[in-house]
Nanobody
Framework: QVQLVETGGGLVQAGGSLRLSCLTSGRTFGPRAAGWFRQAPGKERAFVAAISWNDQNTYYADSVKGRFTISRDNAKNTVDLQMNSLKPEDTAVYYC??????????????????WGQGTQVTVAS
C-alpha cells in the first residue's frame, strides 16, 4: 500500500507562491507516475499536473501552464508542485496521486490508484 501525504498548503495573496510536497510512507514512490489534482467547492476534482515515473515527461492543465512546475525526487520519495503567480481561482484542495507500477503518465483521475488526503490552498484577492 502506498500512502501519500501532502504538505505545504496555506493562505497566500494573489500573485504569491506556494510549494506543495507529496511524501510517501510505507512503500516508496517506485516506478509510478505521479500527479496533482485539485477540487474547488462545488466542482469536480480536476487535473493540474503530472510527471512520469522516470521524470521524462510532464503535463499541465492549460490553466496552470507557465505558472506551476511539477518535479520529483525518487531518492527522497517526494513529488513537489511549485505554484507561482497564484490567482484566486487556484483556490482548492490539492491532492497528490500515484499510479500503479509502470503505468503511463496521464491526466485522468482513473489512471491513478493512490491518493492523499489533500491540502487546502487559498488565494486571497
Amino acid at each position: 500500500q502506498v500512502q501519500l501525504v501532502e504538505t505545504g498548503g496555506g493562505l497566500v495573496q494573489a500573485g504569491g507562491s506556494l510549494r506543495l510536497s507529496c511524501l510517501t510512507s510505507g512503500r516508496t514512490f517506485g516506478p509510478r507516475a505521479a500527479g496533482w489534482f485539485r477540487q474547488a467547492p462545488g466542482k469536480e476534482r480536476a487535473f493540474v499536473a503530472a510527471i512520469s515515473w522516470n521524470d521524462q515527461n510532464t503535463y499541465y492543465a492549460d490553466s496552470v501552464k507557465g505558472r506551476f512546475t511539477i518535479s520529483r525526487d525518487n531518492a527522497k520519495n517526494t513529488v513537489d508542485l511549485q505554484m507561482n503567480s497564484l490567482k484566486p481561482e487556484d483556490t482548492a484542495v490539492y491532492y497528490c496521486a500515484a499510479s500503479q507500477n509502470y503505468a503511463p503518465v496521464g491526466t485522468q483521475r482513473q489512471g491513478y490508484l493512490y491518493w492523499g488526503q489533500g491540502t487546502q490552498v487559498t488565494v486571497a484577492s
